[in-house]
């Protein structure tokens, strides 16, 4: 009867700590609202690395890739604050099936996924580059899936969701025209 006891103990115990422990969906819902202009979201394959910068959070998904690149652009899509301007890899066109069993599926899924998303292709090392520095004022959160195909992560910039580039390109110039005044 004690063995019971400790048994079910220990089970309840366990079980409390998974209901702590809040999923990468939970995470990425709680975050939204606090990222902003200038952050980004990162959808990792399983190689991505983990990064120092005091910025940059890395929370590990356990799903595919694709499925996540969709519901995470769902998201962004229903916050009102922030937009996502998308950047992948251009190395990704270059990849030949003899070396990645699987890319050419890929590459279609994620062209399927990104259908209706402003897409940037450059090299890797620069979006990198572009997420170092961002890691170092603004926060990076990277979700890590199971992929194990090179050059899939997909990197969102996020952008002020109220306010347009076509519109801040009219406002700079409106300011660049503007008569300079004394203050």
């Known amino acids: 009867m004690k063995r019971i006891g400790i048994l079910l103990l220990a089970l309840v115990g366990c079980s409390s700590l998974a209901a702590e422990t809040p999923g ?19 959808i990792a394959d399983s190689a991505y690395p983990a990064q120092t910068a005091a910025g940059i959070k890395t929370v590990y998904t356990g799903e595919k890739q694709l499925e996540v690149v969709r519901e995470v652009l769902a998201l962004v899509a229903e916050q009102s604050h922030v937009r996502g301007k998308v950047f992948t890899d251009a190395e990704l066109t270059h990849v030949p099936e003899q070396y990645a069993k699987g890319i050419s599926d890929y590459r279609a899924g994620l062209e399927k996924a990104l259908q209706d998303q402003d897409v940037t292709s450059l090299p890797h090392g620069e979006i990198i580059s572009m997420l170092d520095e961002a890691g170092q004022t603004f926060q990076v959160l990277v979700l890590k899936t199971d992929l194990t195909l090179p050059y899939t992560s997909v990197f969102i910039r996020l952008d002020c969701g109220y306010w347009s580039d076509a519109a801040e390109e009219q406002l700079r110039a409106a300011i660049e025209r503007a008569p300079a005044t004394d203050q």
């Open 24 to 42: 990468w969906q939970q995470t990425l819902k709680s975050q939204l609202p606090l990222l902003g202009h200038r952050n980004w979201i990162v």
